[in-house]
């Protein structure tokens, strides 16, 4: 873990895939420990991260929803 851009702890990992949405641009970041890349959407202007950049993933723990998952997978 690093400390993010807002002081706030952050994940650290490596962007495998990005695409631009219109509106802002959607990762897929490899993340040591994780099975699953970490998808991020982010909006608006925000810097824009090439493959294999390493960067810092945090966000504010209000947006966050627990999804359940799928009892087929």
Do not use: M, N
Request: aromatic share 4%; net charge neutral; glycine share 14%.
């Amino acid at each position: 873990r690093v400390t993010g851009v807002d002081g706030r702890d952050a994940l650290r990992g490596v962007v495998q895939d990005v695409s631009f949405r219109g509106t802002g641009h959607s990762y897929r970041i490899a993340v040591p420990g994780l099975v699953e890349p970490l998808k991020a959407e982010v909006q608006g202007t925000a810097e824009h991260h090439p493959l294999g950049r390493e960067v810092g993933v945090s966000w504010d723990p209000v947006a966050c929803r627990l999804l359940p998952r799928s009892s087929d997978g």
